[in-house]
Structures are given as structure tokens and as C-alpha cells.
């Protein structure tokens, strides 16, 4: 597994939980709650590799784990976080594709039909109601925003 650079959100949520399970406010935390702590990011492991990754991080053994170990230890299960510049460019290049006329919307069919090509399994009545979602105001269109707020699941609006 490679370590992941962790981003301040990554990080916010990890002390979150290390501070969750260190009820005296010690700094540190028993080994035996690391396990659970990696289920809640949505990783189990069994009872030999969770043995072999603390093993690795408890290096002195106390069956505490510090804030700056379980960091490094949690980093190898944390997901990498998108580059949204990029995604957004590359969908920026998508979403031109369609509007050829640079109108900056696309009509809702062709919206329709980017979603198909990404995942043809999805059934029709789903993209009517993806669409009836987007298209709020029923102009029968999809500006770029719209289309960003559904490719990448984030509301350009709210604050993540």
C-alpha cells in the first residue's frame, strides 16, 4: 500500500476520530479501538493484518497508539483525494463535446446520452429523474454547473 498525502479535511476527520476514542484525553489511544476506527473509513481488516499493522506502528509497544502514529498508519487507508481542477477541466472538455455552438447549456437529451455512454446499466425513469432534478427550472437544459454538480456529486453552492 502506498502512504497518501493526507489533505486538511483528511486530516480533520482522523483527529475527529482519534479524539472519539481517547476518552481521557491522553494523546493516545489503545490499539484494540484501531481496528474499529478503520472500519468506520470503511476498511475491515482481519484479526493477523490489523496484529501486523499495529505491530508496525506501536513500536514501543505500549498498546497506545499517539495522534502522529495513528496518522501514518491511517494514511495507508485513505483514500487519494480527486484533483477537482482537473476533473473539472477534463469534464469541462465533455461537456463542450456537447455543446458545440457554445451556448454553455446542452439540451437535456444530450445530457441523457453522456450519462448512457458513462453507464449504459442505468434505466431510463433513473436519467428522467436525474434529469428532472438538474433541470429545476424546466428549461429542457443543463448549463455547465448543473453538469459539474451531477458528474462530481458536489453542490457548487454549499460549502464542503
Not at 437529451?109 to 425513469?125: H, M, N, T, W, Y
Amino acid at each position: 500500500m502506498e502512504k497518501v498525502e493526507l489533505s486538511k479535511d483528511q486530516l480533520k476527520v482522523l483527529k475527529e476520530a482519534f479524539d472519539a476514542f481517547d476518552k481521557d484525553k491522553t494523546g493516545s489511544i489503545p490499539t484494540d479501538v484501531v481496528g474499529t476506527i478503520l472500519e468506520l473509513l470503511g476498511h475491515t481488516l482481519s484479526e493477523e493484518e490489523l496484529e501486523d499493522v499495529i505491530d508496525e506502528y506501536d513500536e514501543d509497544e505500549s498498546g497506545q497508539l499517539e495522534f502522529n502514529e495513528f496518522v501514518q498508519l491511517a494514511s495507508n487507508y485513505v483514500e487519494p483525494e480527486e484533483d477537482y481542477d482537473a476533473l473539472r477541466k477534463e469534464l469541462r472538455e465533455v461537456f463542450m463535446m456537447y455543446d458545440k455552438e457554445a451556448k454553455g447549456f446542452i439540451p437535456v437529451d444530450s445530457f441523457k446520452q453522456i450519462l448512457r455512454e458513462l453507464d449504459g446499466a442505468v434505466p431510463e425513469e433513473e436519467l428522467d429523474d436525474i434529469v428532472d432534478e438538474i433541470d429545476a427550472d424546466g428549461s429542457g437544459t443543463v448549463d455547465f454547473e448543473e453538469f459539474m454538480e451531477v458528474m462530481t456529486d458536489r453542490d457548487p453552492n454549499k460549502e464542503s
